[in-house]
């Protein structure tokens, strides 16, 4: 059997769940120019495919929530020029609500890792009581457990979304 020539191709996908559990509202691939061998069944592409993914808020905090890192609890995700606003309630000896403003930076073009800016803890700093609770969830996505190769090449986050693109190949 001969190989098949692709002049463009896409896939998308919706509601993609993560090994690690973080759920990304929407994947979209594109390609061009690709060759499909059949036996042993292969897709080689002439370059990367582009690669961009959507995660919403909603999905964000319901991943924290589900990992509830350092035993935070309740947390709530708010994503706009360029920071992820963070509130979530820590239980010492007694209940309190943390805020952190976070921001998001690519590190190997395969981790996402999640930024600790400032954060008030009943009007107090707790930055480094916070870090160490934030080492717990980094990288929050890791494009090395997808089933392709995935190359970040930036992030953006803003309208209650994060968006990031890169490469990719089979």
Do not use: W, Y
């Not at 080689?44 to 995660?55: D, M, Q, T």
């Not at 035993?71 to 010492?92: H, N, P, Q, W, Y």
């Amino acid at each position: 059997m001969k190989d098949a020539q692709v002049g463009a191709f896409g896939a998308s996908f919706d509601r993609l769940t993560l090994p690690m559990g973080l759920t990304v509202d929407h994947v979209l691939i594109e390609g061009a120019q690709a060759t499909i061998q059949a036996d042993p069944f292969r897709i080689a592409l002439s370059e990367p495919g582009r690669i961009e993914a959507h995660v919403s808020q909603d999905n964000l905090a319901a991943f924290l929530n589900k990992e509830a890192p350092g035993g935070l609890r309740d947390f709530s995700v708010a994503i706009r020029e360029g920071k992820l606003f963070v509130t979530a309630t820590a239980k010492m000896i007694f209940e309190i609500k943390a805020e952190a403003i976070c921001t998001l930076r690519i590190v190997d073009g395969t981790k996402l890792m999640v930024d600790l800016e400032s954060v008030e803890m009943m009007g107090v700093g707790a930055k480094s009581l916070v870090e160490q609770q934030l080492d717990k969830v980094n990288p929050v996505l890791d494009a090395s457990q997808f089933p392709l190769k995935v190359t970040l090449q930036s992030v953006d986050a803003k309208d209650g979304e994060i968006v990031l693109t890169g490469t990719a190949e089979p």
